[in-house]
């Protein structure tokens, strides 16, 4: 456990630019409720997303692209409401910030307005400049992301590493110094090679977050219900899985039904 860490009382965009600078990595998960939030918070956790992959992990979608903007403002309220320390960045849900920055903005300031998080993050790079500058000007904080970004699986049409390609990598490139330049105070990148995880992070002078982006960046994401083992069907070469809930939760709920079918509970103590 860091001692670094714990010294942080409330963890801001500049912290996050201070860890940087003192080459302290940079820690992110995903929650969306109160409870797991507060418990994350309490553990010291650096950054919570609420992410959209809400729509895949909680409401069983099979992509993010149905979630709405209400729907991530109540996951994102709910989590704002248990965390004391960690920085509370929102996902913008598909169809809320392309192609109208007006819109864009709109959207960003109704999370923030009605959920109290402290940032917003936005898929994509050049294409989506206006958007992010407009947010920017209303004084939001803006995370970006690369590589991978699963609003645009229908473009891609698969969920494979991307950037291999010298083309795709050097537009990578390229669209990371994009977002510094227009001010985003951090970018994940998710799912790309290692070498080119390490370059962005070695040439931005933002903090650079990787989901299957290598060690070389500034710090690590995953998705909580990934890491904890609750997801089931999910197993890229980037999750490390550090609990297996899903069996555990299974086993307690077998045990609870035979003592409910046995009348073993509830016991004399467990009554009025
Ligand atoms: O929605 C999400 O959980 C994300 C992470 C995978 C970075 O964007």
Redesign the pocket.
Known sequence: MSTESNKIVRVTTHVLQEMKLRRIKIS?L?AYDYSIAKIIDQAGIDVI???????T?MAGYQS?LPITLNEMIYHAGSVVKAVKRALVVV?LPFGTYQGNSKEALSSAIRIMKETGAHAI?I?GGAEISESITRILTAGIPVMG?LGL??QSIHKFGTYVVRAREKDEAEKLLEDSHVLQNLGCFAI?L?KIPSALGKQVAGELKIPV?G?GAGSGVDGQ???LHDMLGITQDFSPRFLRRYLHLSEEINSAVQHYINDVKTGDFPNEKEQY
Do not use: Q, R
């Open positions: 992110m995903t997303l609420v992410g959209d992959s809400a729509a992990v993010t996902d993050k898929e992301h970004t699963p994940v998710e977050v989901i994401v995953l998705v």
